[in-house]
């Protein structure tokens, strides 16, 4: 059984930062999506295993920036700078367990097999 663990979420205003941490049991193809009340789970950002690839979706391109950490690969971040009040959902981090390379990236909630409890981004403006 996979787990992922969530974590750094919060209340800010706009403008600010925050970073989000997702441990995973493993190392595997990572992805942030986030879904706000009402709408669907949208993509944010994704790394492959290897952590060489990364993408982002138009929104969050050059605020966001997804990274794995230096000492421990299991542990994916989510570096959010610029925040707006558009922002604002709660964040998922999921993992693709099986069906990859080293450097493939997954954009869509159907290619991910695990998926983290989710934490809160409010931004107020």
């Known amino acids: 059984q996979v787990q992922l663990v969530e974590s750094g979420g919060g209340p800010v205003q706009t403008g600010d930062s925050l970073r989000l941490a997702c441990a995973a049991s493993?190392?595997?193809?990572m992805g942030w999506f986030r879904q706000a009340p009402g709408k669907e789970r949208d993509f944010v950002a994704a790394?492959?295993?290897?952590?060489?690839?990364?993408?982002y979706s138009d929104s969050v391109k050059g605020r966001f920036t997804i990274s794995r950490d230096n000492d421990n690969a299991r542990t994916v971040y989510l570096q959010m700078n610029s925040l707006k009040p558009e922002d604002t959902a709660v964040y998922y981090c999921?993992?693709?367990?099986?069906?990859?390379?080293?450097?493939?990236?997954?954009?869509?909630?159907?290619?991910?097999?695990?998926w983290g409890q989710g934490t809160q981004v409010t931004v107020s403006s």
């Open positions: 999921a993992a693709r367990v099986v069906g990859y390379s080293g450097s493939n990236i997954f954009r869509l909630v159907s290619e991910y097999h695990y």
């Open positions: 790394i492959s295993w290897n952590g060489r690839n990364t993408a």
């Open positions: 493993g190392t595997y193809p």
